[in-house]
């Protein structure tokens, strides 16, 4: 399939629905089409928009997935115990 089919076809789902895997192979897949000026002026704009909502999207995962990696430490008596990982 070509990237422009591939693109159109993923227009239509909703990013909301995506996992980080998908919403980032898009997301990069606009970043060319817009890098080599594939597209008119319109379809440009709307892609542009689109890959701003993607990168929304992918941040979001991301911050989600942050927020549920633990670290394991040990605690009192030898017994491990996890905690919320500080990575700032």
Not at 70 to 79: M, S, W, Y
Request: charged share 35%; with cysteine.
């Amino acid at each position: 399939m070509s990237e422009q089919k591939e693109a159109d076809n993923s227009e239509a789902q909703d990013i909301s629905q995506m996992n980080f895997e998908d919403a980032l192979g898009e997301l990069e897949t606009i970043v060319r089409q817009l890098e080599e000026g594939r597209g008119g002026l319109d379809a440009s704009i709307s892609a542009y928009e689109r890959g701003a909502e993607l990168k929304r999207h992918c941040e979001a995962k991301l911050q989600e997935a942050e927020a549920r990696i633990e670290k394991i430490i040990p605690g009192a008596g030898g017994v491990l115990k996890t905690e919320p990982l500080d990575v700032e």
